[in-house]
């Protein structure tokens, strides 16, 4: 299961955020935002950081939640965390 922290990094990474975006944004250095994507890509077998771009992609856009009219923007991202549709996705990856 992946920690909040790596929840985070993996949103991000769907977004289209780079390493350093990711460090600017979650305020902690680009070296722990590569520790966390190591150990997510660990967590889900993938080898390399392509394979992880191309998940996380896959992963946001499954995890936002949506609602008619509501714009990708107005969701703020701890709503992210908390959807049933994140919970159900992270069910098929223990």
């Known amino acids: 299961m992946l920690t909040d922290r790596e929840l985070e990094v993996i949103l991000l990474m769907g977004e289209g955020a780079g ?5 600017v944004r979650l305020g902690i250095s680009p070296k722990t935002v590569q520790v966390h994507r190591n150990n997510i890509r660990s967590k889900f077998g993938l080898e390399s950081v392509l394979q992880l771009q191309a998940h996380a992609v896959r992963f946001y856009s499954q995890a ?3 609602s008619p009219g509501q714009s990708p923007e107005a969701s703020p991202e701890k709503n992210l965390l908390e959807s049933e549709t994140l919970r159900r996705f992270l069910q098929r990856y223990p």
């Open 64 to 66: 936002r939640p949506s």
């Open 19 to 23: 390493c350093k975006e990711i460090a």
